[in-house]
């Protein structure tokens, strides 16, 4: 990993061809105004749509950037050693760039397509080569990308940045935009920040120095042996596009605010859906993985949750049999605070998973120092070339290396000399994520996802804000729509076993007024003789969005379906007493149902 504190300039792909241009000078000062910007824009998609595709798809250098480590470590050495400067020069543009842009040529519609064209791009075959968006990319670089329809977002790697700093860039990014508008309608209206740097349009261009601001395409030396990269790296992307799937559920019945009102951490509470899901549909609780944020050390990053324990496990099978509604509701209550225990933990540094990939990376650091063991390119003792590090969530065991080693001397004496705790199976099945998960998002961003980390596990990126739910599962050609359903269904049906429980509509728009209005329909009511009329309190009124949903998590299949019982029962309950309830002027006419806003 390498920072270029130098950088002035950014990188812009557009129809898999790269550019360049200044947008600071030697002071980190502005040169570009969003005029500037505009113009260069333009000129960058006029040069691209005149390239043929032919052409386009032979210099899409890009896509050698989503080839495992190896190869791509490979490639790069041949184009920094190879006698041509060319091509090792258009590296070092694009490797000390601020950021790349990546201007998308296509319109995807659905959040799903979205999604997708933002996590891994789009497989397009067109006279026999590759015309989709996938190749529009350089996954080494963080990446803006922007649609055609206006449809933005941004990819960026992990190893070098965790998903909350980008969370900030993109919130900053946001929130300035909305006051940049409002200073257009009063110009009095507050900034962010304090501008540093002066007005571009206002500068002296001769106090830039020395730049470049109009837009340079990199042409690249396409020799044999990068070409033939590119071509093996492309098909190998579109086999992995076409091997994972992405599916998105915008949940708009609650969200955090309800979720707080029924006693509930927002977050242990939306994990407790994902196990419950998945248990629904497969009758098992699977490895589950997510990310506690340890920013308070130095240099801190992540911890990993543990969701799965014994809390989770009693919770799931209550939900999920015909259980009284109190049972399941305590039981997701036990789960959930169970959950929270284990963040707080994780947050403080006291998890198990980083001590003990930090033992073993010390254990492996010690054979490669003895010689037992040829290092691979990533540092990892391995016989083939690994994908994931081994210890990190969804990676190989150690267990699964040795079975690849055992035939070799370097084999047997890393069988010798494991430790007994990381040749348990315990260790195996801890580093096989099969749902692996994260939070991250504020109102800044409508989706945040990422692909599965094993080849039979489902990864889900969510989003809990005020008043909804946003997630989006991937998976590799598993069932990803089907548990989106159920876990809307889940939803659903845990808000009416609440609602069931305390009779009462706890919802986010509930105002004081209509508060007030509820308590003065339960008192009871006098005639003028003094006889008192008790009515019936009714059980709420709920908002379109917060119909129950009819029939469960899993439809058809009765076993799971939560709280029909006691709906039917309190449906038989409220006919039978409905003639008894008198006439008030409350009840004259049709109440209509209040829209969350």
């Given at each position: 990993m390498q920072t270029d504190e130098k950088a002035r300039h950014v990188v812009v792909m557009c129809r898999s061809q790269f550019y360049w241009f200044d947008v600071m000078d030697d002071n980190s000062d502005l040169i570009m105004s969003e005029k500037d910007l505009v113009h260069n824009l333009q000129a960058i998609m006029h040069d691209a749509m005149e390239t043929p595709i032919q052409e386009a798809a032979r210099s899409a250098v890009g896509v050698l950037s989503t080839e495992n480590r190896r190869v791509w470590a490979g490639m790069r050495d041949h184009i920094l050693n190879h006698e041509d400067n060319t091509n090792r020069e258009c590296l070092q543009i694009v490797d000390s760039a601020l950021f790349v842009?990546?201007?998308?040529?296509?319109?995807?519609?659905?959040?799903?397509?979205?999604?997708?064209?933002?996590?891994?791009?789009?497989?397009?075959?067109?006279?026999?080569?590759?015309?989709?968006?996938?190749?529009?990319?350089?996954?080494?670089?963080?990446?803006?990308?922007?649609?055609?329809?206006?449809?933005?977002?941004?990819?960026?790697?992990?190893?070098?940045?965790?998903?909350?700093?980008?969370?900030?860039?993109?919130?900053?990014?946001?929130?300035?935009?909305?006051?940049?508008?409002?200073?257009?309608?009063?110009?009095?209206?507050?900034?962010?920040?304090?501008?540093?740097?002066?007005?571009?349009?206002?500068?002296?261009?001769?106090?830039?120095?020395?730049?470049?601001?109009?837009?340079?395409?990199?042409?690249?030396?396409?020799?044999?042996?990068?070409?033939?990269?590119?071509?093996?790296?492309?098909?190998?992307?579109?086999?992995?596009?076409?091997?994972?799937?992405?599916?998105?559920?915008?949940?708009?019945?609650?969200?955090?605010?309800?979720?707080?009102?029924?006693?509930?951490?927002?977050?242990?509470?939306?994990?407790?859906?994902?196990q419950a899901s998945y248990y629904a549909l497969y009758g098992r609780v699977e490895c589950t993985y997510e990310p506690a944020m340890t920013k308070q050390f130095l240099h801190g990053r992540t911890e990993a949750i543990r969701t799965v324990s014994q809390e989770v496990v009693d919770f799931v099978r209550t939900f999920c049999e015909d259980a009284p509604a109190k049972a399941k509701i305590d039981a997701l209550k036990a789960a959930c605070e169970r959950h929270v225990q284990r963040t707080r933990q994780c947050s403080k540094g006291l998890g198990q998973d980083r001590h003990l990939y930090a033992l073993y990376c010390l254990w492996q650091r010690g054979i490669l120092d003895e010689g037992c063991a040829s290092p691979s390119v990533d540092g990892y003792v391995s016989g083939e070339e690994q994908e994931v590090p081994f210890g990190s969530p969804g990676g190989q065991s150690m267990i699964s290396e040795m079975s690849?080693?055992?035939?070799?001397?370097?084999?047997?004496?890393?069988?010798?000399?494991?430790?007994?705790?990381?040749?348990?199976?315990?260790?195996?099945?801890?580093?096989?994520?099969?749902?692996?998960?994260?939070?991250?998002?504020?109102?800044?961003?409508?989706?945040?996802?990422?692909?599965?980390?094993?080849?039979?596990?489902?990864?889900?990126?969510?989003?809990?804000?005020?008043?909804?739910?946003?997630?989006?599962?991937?998976?590799?050609?598993?069932?990803?729509?089907?548990?989106?359903?159920?876990?809307?269904?889940?939803?659903?049906?845990?808000?009416?076993?609440?609602?069931?429980?305390?009779?009462?509509?706890?919802?986010?728009?509930?105002?004081?007024?209509?508060?007030?209005?509820?308590?003065?329909?339960?008192?009871?009511?006098?005639?003028?003789?003094?006889?008192?009329?008790?009515?019936?309190?009714?059980?709420?009124?709920?908002?379109?969005?917060?119909?129950?949903?009819?029939?469960?998590?899993?439809?058809?299949?009765?076993?799971?379906?939560?709280g029909s019982l006691n709906k039917l029962l309190s449906e038989k309950e409220e006919e039978a007493t409905a003639g008894q309830q008198v006439t008030t002027r409350r009840s004259i006419g049709r109440k209509l149902p209040l829209a969350d806003y």
């Open positions: 842009l990546c201007l998308d040529d296509s319109s995807p519609e659905s959040l799903a397509e979205i999604s997708t064209n933002m996590l891994c791009g789009s497989s397009v075959i067109e006279k026999g080569v590759q015309v989709g968006t996938c190749t529009n990319r350089w996954y080494d670089k963080l990446q803006i990308i922007v649609c055609k329809n206006g449809a933005a977002g941004i990819n960026f790697e992990h190893t070098g940045v965790d998903g909350h700093t980008v969370l900030r860039f993109v919130s900053d990014v946001y929130t300035d935009t909305i006051l940049r508008f409002a200073k257009t309608i009063h110009g009095g209206s507050p900034s962010l920040w304090a501008s540093v740097s002066p007005d571009p349009a206002k500068r002296d261009p001769e106090s830039f120095g020395n730049v470049s601001t109009t837009p340079h395409k990199l042409e690249w030396t396409m020799v044999p042996e990068l070409s033939l990269g590119l071509r093996f790296a492309e098909t190998r992307l579109a086999d992995l596009i076409n091997q994972n799937e992405f599916q998105t559920l915008e949940f708009e019945g609650y969200g955090s605010n309800y979720i707080k009102t029924m006693g509930f951490s927002p977050d242990a509470y939306v994990q407790m859906a994902f690849a080693t055992a035939s070799t001397g370097s084999g047997r004496a890393v069988a010798r000399d494991i430790p007994a705790i990381f040749a348990d199976s315990a260790w195996d099945k801890l580093n096989t994520t099969i749902i692996s998960t994260s939070n991250c998002g504020n109102p800044a961003l409508r989706m945040f996802g990422f692909g599965p980390v094993s080849a039979d596990g489902f990864g889900i990126g969510y989003i809990i804000k005020e008043d909804s739910i946003s997630v989006c599962v991937s998976s590799k050609h598993r069932q990803t729509k089907r548990f989106v359903d159920t876990l809307h269904s889940y939803m659903q049906d845990v808000r009416y076993l609440f609602k069931q429980l305390n009779r009462k509509v706890v919802s986010p728009s509930t105002t004081k007024a209509r508060e007030a209005e509820t308590r003065q329909a339960a008192a009871p009511l006098k005639t003028p003789k003094g006889k008192e009329i008790i009515t019936k309190m009714a059980s709420g009124t709920s908002s379109p969005s917060e119909s129950d949903g009819e029939g469960g998590m899993l439809g058809g299949y009765g076993y799971f379906d939560v």
